[in-house]
T-cell receptor
Framework: KNQVEQSPQSLIILEGKNCTLQ??????????LRWYKQDTGRGPVSLTI?????NTKSNGRYTATLDADTKQSSLHITASQLSDSASYIC?????????????FGTGTQLKVEL | EAQVTQNPRYLITVTGKKLTVTCSQN?????MSWYRQDPGLGLRQIYY???????DKGDVPEGYKVSRKEKRNFPLILESPSPNQTSLYFCASSLSLNTGELFFGEGSRLTVL
């Protein structure tokens, strides 16, 4: 069964600090891995999309890494800001006969405090 | 502006009263899908559509119907809503799930009494 597990479940950090969120998956055959940011009560917004051949991808202060061998990904947030407070969702896509099938993680709830 | 629009954003209804949540996208995307989000469970796919007149069940399709008569619209129908369908619903669309971004709507919060 395809699964995506994220850790930690929740995290509190001080403004200006860095943090790293983890995503482990057992999805196959692997197509791509996505990170989304979801503000409370809003729709998820895409941060990065990584294919099998990509190890690192950045979007401003967000940097995602992918290790397809160990089936792990991380999202590193640099110099955190209050606006980074949100849920971060890892989504892995499997390539099936009917097209891509998405498996969602349950997210990491990040709170950035002064 | 590229967007996915859902209506209504908030709805309180009673058990058994049929309702439809509309979803429209203006990006000419072929792929559209519906999700529900419940605390601790994350996003779960209800139905998806690869193109006009093509729809398939997701992980939690029971109690829901969809249709895709036009490329831009993908309504979610609850024929006889029950309290366990109280949830936050999201519609999403994409040009291609291979490498294309998945755009989400702002969500529809449904309460069934």
């Amino acid at each position: 069964k395809n699964q995506v597990e994220q850790s930690p479940q929740s995290l509190i950090i001080l403004e200006g600090k860095n943090c790293t969120l983890q995503c482990n998956y057992t999805v196959s055959p692997f197509s791509n891995l996505r990170w989304y940011k979801q503000d409370t009560g809003r729709g998820p917004v895409s941060l990065t999309i990584m294919t099998f051949s990509e190890n690192t991808k950045s979007n401003g202060r967000y940097t995602a890494t992918l290790d397809a061998d160990t089936k792990q990904s991380s999202l590193h947030i640099t110099a955190s800001q209050l606006s980074d407070s949100a849920s971060y969702i890892c989504v892995v896509s499997a390539l099936t006969g009917g097209g891509n099938k998405l498996t969602f993680g349950t997210g990491t709830q990040l709170k950035v405090e002064l | 502006e590229a967007q996915v629009t859902q209506n209504p954003r908030y709805l309180i209804t009673v058990t058994g009263k049929k309702l439809t949540v509309t979803c429209s996208q203006n990006m000419n995307h072929e792929y559209m899908s519906w999700y529900r989000q419940d605390p601790g469970l994350g996003l779960r796919q209800i139905y998806y559509s690869m193109n006009v007149e093509v729809t398939d069940k997701g992980d939690v399709p029971e109690g829901y119907k969809v249709s895709r008569k036009e490329k831009r619209n993908f309504p979610l129908i609850l024929e006889s809503p029950s309290p366990n369908q109280t949830s936050l619903y999201f519609c999403a669309s994409s040009l291609s799930l291979n490498t294309g971004e998945l755009f989400f709507g702002e969500g529809s919060r449904l309460t069934v009494l």
